[in-house]
């Protein structure tokens, strides 16, 4: 049985990862500062799993804590989910990203170091790719010039992991680049819980739908697509845990073909807004309220993910398609609604 620490596992996607660990037989110890999640979300872990994860409510950007954590588990690997994530956010307080972002990650490597775990896996993201020349894109498409402090922190995370690992060769790490996560999970016991006024696409349409927000801005309809609104590749977020599973067995059965790799991990189908806003009507029967507005500053016109990398090495496909991504997360709305 492997100890996983999950730092950020209190948030979205770090709650969903730490339920398909258990549900592999995963010990799991959650290291969360609870800045941007909420401390029942361990209720709700143990609820689906049956079994609750420890939580330790510790910034990992600050050293000593990091380090004390370090002390009192026995840590077999680490998937590193603590960041702040919000694009607009991180040109507003750049510092602050790359004072949070940067420290944690170096305070776990060097625990790493000092503790020998050599297991990493790491959250990263599309915005990598920047706007890609061709799509879809693979893990040899070039990474681009960030578009933001935030984007910045992926890119530049993920050239120390490969640097490490080339200093390294007992240090192993799979930087897992994520498309657009959305969805519950599909207990309806756990989902986004967002802070303030939602940012993403996903968070806002549920929320107007159920009559928190009056009405969703579509930012632009005249980009080069279908019909003029932004496309993305949306994955089920249990999906994307399940890929860390998958991950994970693949460092320690030791099946790496060089100790640092990268994957993309979505759907590879590529969806505009207005088709995702036709579809949640379709399964949720609501008529959803919305305008289209002028573009959004830094948004990429398009992007979707070549996903043949992950499909044949980590034997990982997305099982979910968009209705379901979509019935999951009004479900989870509603369920939110309900518990108030
Ligand atoms: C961006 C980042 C991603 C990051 C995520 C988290 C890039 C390329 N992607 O994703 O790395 O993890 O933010 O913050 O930098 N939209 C609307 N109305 C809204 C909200 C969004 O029309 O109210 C549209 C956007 O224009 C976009 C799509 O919906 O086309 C998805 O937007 P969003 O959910 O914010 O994610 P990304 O911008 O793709």
Same mark, same amino acid.
């Given at each position: 049985m492997h100890?996983?620490?999950?730092?950020?596992?209190?948030?979205?996607?770090?709650?969903?990862? %730490?339920?398909?660990?258990?549900?592999?037989?995963?010990?799991?110890?959650?290291?969360?500062?609870?800045?941007?999640?909420? %401390?029942?979300?361990?209720?709700?872990?143990?609820?689906?799993?049956?079994?609750?994860?420890?939580?330790?409510?510790?910034?990992?950007?600050?050293?000593?804590?990091?380090?004390?954590?370090?002390?009192?588990?026995?840590?077999? %690997?680490?998937?590193?989910?603590?960041?702040?994530?919000?694009?607009?956010?991180?040109?507003?307080?750049?510092?602050?990203?790359?004072?949070?972002?940067?420290?944690?990650?170096?305070?776990?490597?060097?625990?790493?170091?000092?503790?020998?775990?050599?297991?990493?896996?790491?959250?990263?993201?599309? $915005?990598?790719?920047?706007?890609?020349? $061709?799509?879809?894109? $693979?893990?040899?498409?070039?990474?681009?010039?960030?578009?933001?402090?935030?984007?910045?922190?992926?890119?530049?995370?993920?050239?120390?992991?490969?640097?490490?690992?080339? %200093?390294?060769?007992?240090?192993?790490?799979?930087?897992?680049?994520?498309?657009?996560?959305i969805g519950a999970h599909p207990s309806g016991e756990i989902g986004e819980i967002p802070h303030g006024i939602p940012q993403n696409l996903l968070p806002y349409l549920t929320q107007t739908a159920i009559g928190i927000r009056e009405c969703l801005s579509v930012y632009g309809n005249d980009y080069d697509t279908p019909d003029g609104s932004c496309i993305r590749d949306y994955i089920h977020v249990y999906d994307l845990a399940k890929a860390h599973v998958c991950a994970m067995n693949r460092m320690m059965r030791k099946q790496q073909k060089q100790n640092y790799e990268v994957f993309?991990?979505?759907?590879?189908?590529?969806?505009?807004?207005l088709q995702l806003i036709k579809t949640f009507e379709k399964v949720s029967g609501k008529k959803l309220n919305y305008k289209i507005v002028g573009r959004r500053e830094g948004d990429i016109p398009k992007i979707w993910a070549d996903t043949r990398k992950a499909n044949e090495e980590l034997g990982w496909k997305a099982a979910y398609d968009l209705e379901d991504m979509l019935r999951s997360a009004w479900q989870w709305e509603q369920r939110m609604q309900q518990e108030g």
């Open positions: 100890n996983v620490l999950v730092t950020g596992g209190c948030g979205y996607i770090g709650s969903h990862t %730490a339920i398909a660990l258990m549900e592999e037989g995963c010990r799991v110890v959650i290291a969360d500062n609870l800045s941007n999640s909420d %401390a029942r979300s361990i209720d709700r872990i143990e609820k689906i799993t049956g079994l609750r994860p420890v939580l330790e409510r510790t910034d990992i950007s600050d050293a000593e804590a990091c380090h004390q954590l370090f002390e009192r588990h026995a840590i077999d %690997a680490i998937i590193h989910f603590a960041a702040h994530k919000y694009v607009n956010e991180s040109v507003r307080e750049p510092l602050r990203y790359y004072r949070n972002n940067f420290v944690s990650t170096l305070n776990l490597l060097r625990e790493m170091q000092l503790h020998q775990v050599r297991h990493f896996i790491f959250s990263s993201s599309c $915005t990598v790719y920047g706007e890609p020349d $061709t799509l879809p894109v $693979t893990e040899e498409s070039p990474v681009k010039q960030a578009m933001s402090p935030y984007g910045n922190t992926k890119q530049v995370i993920e050239e120390i992991l490969s640097d490490c690992c080339k %200093a390294d060769e007992n240090l192993h790490v799979i930087a897992l680049r994520y498309f657009n996560p993309n991990i979505s759907t590879g189908n590529g969806y505009t807004v």
